[in-house]
């Protein structure tokens, strides 16, 4: 079972200097480096006031000599946002930074406000997307490009830098829906399924990318992760309590942004289900059992989002080395 983590929690409090924030979580990362995640992953969002989310692949940029062996993923980048020919030159450019330590998760995102700022609306998001992703993949294998898409124009084009990592970096696609993880089996070999989807949805939608996949690419069975709420403390009760001010925040941006949309499942957007519902939480130990009956449902790794971080730096980085040494290298050890 690989485990990641993911730089969000890190971004509060946000009443820091920006400058701050960043600098911190270089420290943190630096620190990670060799406690045994398998990645450190960011986000992607556009005008994300009150909240803070720094871009991904300049972010990533800086953290790349800090990470030592970690990947480093984007987690997810909404590709519908973005022009497909910069996305293809900057990950490149990442791709070689990193020396192919990069995985590159993308998603379609669900935010009105960003899709306006691109010039898009809802429609637009999945025709966009696989456009986007079919012209960086011809790109990325120094393909001369010709097209004519709905979204992108191209004539006899071509990247002066290829890939480090041929014929691109591994790529992955966010999933809250039956049809997002047939998505995401078509078009790439990794589904990773968001934070607020629940346990039992998680394991009927590795059911259904399984069997996606075994018809779009036989003996290419691809890889399962899904991003889980870590909260940890001396018990259920504690890790709870400690949480519930850093859930309640999350709750309310989720619902504000409209997260919630019919082609999903039932996501988990407030108090009413059982934090066991959906969360990995409790002591170490019961962390370590719900980590393995995640592996039990077909997952092969999960990235952490961790509440109840401390607010100082040096003791976010020991309770990142709790997290490790009693939850990580012991989960490294499921499915061998």
């Known amino acids: 079972m690989r485990i990641g983590f993911h730089l969000t929690p890190f971004w509060s409090p946000t009443d820091r200097a ?21 990645w450190v992953s960011i986000g992607h969002h556009w005008l994300s006031h009150p909240t803070v989310w720094p871009h991904p692949i300049a972010m990533l940029s800086r953290l790349a000599p800090e990470a030592g ?18 996305v293809a030159e900057g990950v490149v450019t990442l791709d070689h930074i990193t020396h192919g330590r990069l995985d ?15 010039g898009l609306g809802r429609k637009d998001r999945v025709p966009k997307l696989e456009e986007s992703l079919s012209v960086m993949k011809r790109l990325w294998r120094g393909e001369e490009v010709t097209c004519e898409g709905a979204y992108t124009k191209l004539t006899r084009a071509r990247l002066g ?6 014929p691109h970096p591994p790529l992955e696609m966010g999933a809250q829906s039956v049809g997002a993880t047939r998505r995401a089996a078509r078009l790439v070999d990794a589904v990773f ?28 069975p691809g890889t399962a992760f899904a991003s889980r ?6 018990s259920k009760e504690a890790a709870r309590a400690a949480a519930r001010g850093y859930l309640e925040r999350t709750f309310a941006m989720y ?6 949309e019919p082609s999903m499942v039932q996501l988990q957007l407030g108090f009413d289900a059982s934090l066991d519902d959906w969360t990995i939480n409790g002591t170490p130990r019961e962390c370590l059992e719900t980590i393995a009956r995640a592996r039990e449902r077909g997952l092969d790794g999960i990235g952490f989002t961790i509440y109840s971080l401390p ?5 976010r980085v020991e309770y990142l080395r709790m997290i490790a040494d009693e939850i990580v290298r012991p989960a490294a050890a499921f499915g061998r």
Do not use: H
């Open 229 to 234: 709420s870590l909260i940890v403390g001396a």
């Open 69 to 86: 062996e970690m990947r480093l993923k984007t987690s997810m980048l909404l590709l519908p946002l973005l022009n497909p020919v910069d």
């Open 18 to 38: 920006p400058t701050a924030i960043i600098d911190e979580a270089i420290e943190v990362v630096r620190a990670a480096a060799s406690m045994g995640f398998a």
């Open 161 to 166: 830098l290829p890939p480090f990592q041929r």
């Open 104 to 118: 590159v998760g993308v998603a379609i995102g669900y935010r009105e406000r960003e899709l306006e700022a691109a």
């Open 311 to 315: 607010r100082e730096v040096k003791a």
């Open 193 to 220: 399924f968001g934070p607020q989807v629940a346990w039992a949805d998680v394991g009927r939608l590795v059911s259904v990318y399984r069997e996606a996949r075994a018809m779009e690419a036989p003996g290419a």
């Open 255 to 260: 619902r504000s942004w409209e997260m919630q």
